[in-house]
């Protein structure tokens, strides 16, 4: 009569929707799902049909044939095709729900500290269309620093850089509070666009996203190697001159050409930061120096070349990936004493 305690059992929810990925994090289990946020629609007759999501339609991304398009919902940290992030955020709930829950989730969403009013309400309405109970809201930074493991609710200036694939977002936290926050567009898709540019300059090749990225990945560099050259690795693309396939061999001195701007201005945002900083809170930061999360922070060296540039100290994230993800968990497990930093509107 009254079901399994499973199907009345309501899993409340703390999402990282991110321009890259999307994490789900679920009450008393941690992530549960970690997916490309990305979305492949069949369009048939000129209606839309959902063909895969995440994972999957990563795949198709730069792959699809005129009858299929693959998109990615979230641009520079924000939804960019509300439909499609709706749509994203539905299938991702109900493939967590499979077990026939009933009772309707409260779900917790990070947006950046930049996010508009207007933004804010979108990310809430698509959360509760796609089947919340109660939408909250948490700035990205807070729960970067908490699922970094910071002490943000000390009297004490910390500072989080969290590098995505859409923003950099720098910001100085005391008394679990934001002192100072700044996002700048630039992360992980700069850092592809730079690589395609370079080879395309250079090279007169072209490659796609996926490649550039997993150039990125598995050599990328934010310094000149010291015997100017470093390891390398072949790669495919179409030569712009003859239009035929091609194959190159890249060297991370080249990757670290083509990061350079995304790299200087992320420096930049760092010292931005740290200048407009209060005396008191800044000395705290010189003492106890940066900690970096996000995907971003895991591209080659980059702790290093901080480092050079500000004269801080340095230091990357555990699961720096996962973060955002477990910083948002967190406030969900412990509301009572996090309260102050979600925002139910
Ligand atoms: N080893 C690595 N080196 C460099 N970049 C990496 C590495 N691993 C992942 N990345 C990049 O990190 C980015 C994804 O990071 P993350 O999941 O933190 O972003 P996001 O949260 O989806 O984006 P945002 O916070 O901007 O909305 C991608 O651009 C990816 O290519
Ligand atoms: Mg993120």
Sequence with gaps: MFGTISSFFSPDMAIDLGTANTLVYVRGKGIVLNEPSVVAYHLRDGKKQVLAVGEDAKLMLGRTPGSIEAIRPMRDGVIADFDVAEEMIKYFIRKIHKRGNIAKPKIIVCVPHGATPVEKRAIRESVLSAGARKAGLIAEPIAAAIGAGMPITDPTGSMVVDIGGGTTEVAVLSLGDIVYARSVRVGGDRMDEGIISYLRRQHNLLVGEATSERIKTQIGTA????????????????????????????????????????????????????ESTPPDLAADIVDRGVMLTGGGALLGDLDLALREQTGLAISIADESLNCVALGTGKSLEFERQLAHVIDYG
Excluded at 260 to 274: F, K, Y
């Design 223 to 274: 310094r000149m190697p010291e015997d100017g050259r470093g390891a390398s690795m072949d790669i495919r693309g179409r030569d712009l001159l003859g239009g035929v396939p091609k194959e190159t061999e890249v060297t991370q001195a080249q990757v670290a050409e083509a990061l350079s701007e995304p790299v200087q201005q992320i420096c930049e945002a760092v010292m931005t930061a740290l």
